[in-house]
Structure formats: C-alpha cells, structure tokens
C-alpha cells in the first residue's frame, strides 16, 4: 500500500469517525497534534464542532405547499442541509393539512393559517433547536412569532406578508402584525 493510499484510507476512517461520534478521546487528539499529516484534519475537526453549535436559518417563499410529495421534498431538503429553522411564507395551508404534513417533519411546526387558504406562514423547527424555541403568537394567517434563544442571545423571527413591507418603503404605522409585536416587552 503506497503511502497515498494510507493517507486516503486514514482519512476515510477519521471522516468517519468525525461524522458518528464528534466526541473524541484525548489520546485521539494528541494523536492529531503530533502527526503533522493530519493538521488539515484539525481544521474539520473546528468547521464540524462550529456548524455543530451554529443555528441554520432558511427562508422561503412556497407559493403554495398544499401538495404532500412538495412539503416531504422541502423536509428533505431542510434534513440533508441541516436546517434548523425554516420560515415558509404563503403555504396556502389549513388545520387539516398541517396535520397531516406533521408525520413528514422530525419536529416541531408552528403556523398560522387563513379562512381563505390564500395566505399563511409557517416555521419549522428542527429537534435540534425545538428546545431552545418560544411561540409568540400568530394571527391573521400572516404572521408567526417566535423567539429563539441562542447563546444569551434572544432572535425574533417574524414572517409578515404585508402590502406594506413588500416594497420596504412602509413606516409600519398601518401594519397590525408589527405594532402589536412591537408593543410587546420583552
């Protein structure tokens, strides 16, 4: 076996091991240290503990997610992507829906839903953060709140579908969703 092919071969086995258990024991991590071959494998070893501890956030506009085979596409987008947080505007989505689509997400969902089935705003939450999540309120099915709560750091993510913001040219004094959320202390 030429010494590339070791490399190659180590290398598989340390990726390997990084992806099933993070957690390494102190033997293996001198092990890395004194081998000077294996310093680009401290530099994964940093990305993968980071994106670890990092939160994922998406955004994205459906327009419309009432079809099954769409939403488990969009899960398994989310899942191989490590998303954690997904914010969906215009759903199009009712109680009966949600309901049903909730078999297909490995977490939490929070939405809010019209009478008209023509608007709607959803998050959905990963297991990873559904911990560290806090639903607000949602109404109007046009707005969900929710708190997310990441290193002493407090995110309020909020997914408007307004007249009035689409353009960025408001100054929210007619916006219900906002001044109500805006009114509230934290």
């Known amino acids: 076996m030429t010494d590339e092919e070791l490399a190659a071969n180590m290398s598989k086995i340390r990726r390997k091991r990084l992806v099933t258990s993070p957690k390494f024991t102190k033997d293996e991590l001198k092990k890395f240290r004194r081998d000077p071959r294996n310093n680009f494998i401290d530099l994964k070893l940093l990305t993968f503990l980071l994106f670890i501890q990092m939160v994922n956030i998406l955004s994205i506009n459906a327009n419309g997610l009432r079809d099954q085979s769409k939403f488990q596409k969009l899960c398994s987008f989310c899942s191989e992507n490590y998303n954690d947080v997904v914010a969906i505007q215009k759903t199009f989505w009712s109680d009966d829906l949600v309901t049903s689509f909730s078999k297909f997400w490995n977490g939490k969902i929070f939405y809010s839903c019209a009478e008209t089935h023509r ?7 990963s297991k990873k953060v559904e911990h560290e999540v806090n639903y607000i309120q949602s109404f109007d099915g ?33 916006d219900k969703s906002y001044n109500s959320i805006n009114q509230r202390k934290f």
């Open 119 to 125: 608007q709607g705003v959803a998050f959905l939450i």
């Open 142 to 174: 046009r707005c969900v709140h929710i708190q997310l709560q990441q290193d002493d750091k407090l995110i309020n993510i909020d997914t408007s579908m307004s007249k009035l913001d689409r353009c960025g040219k408001t100054k929210r004094t007619e």
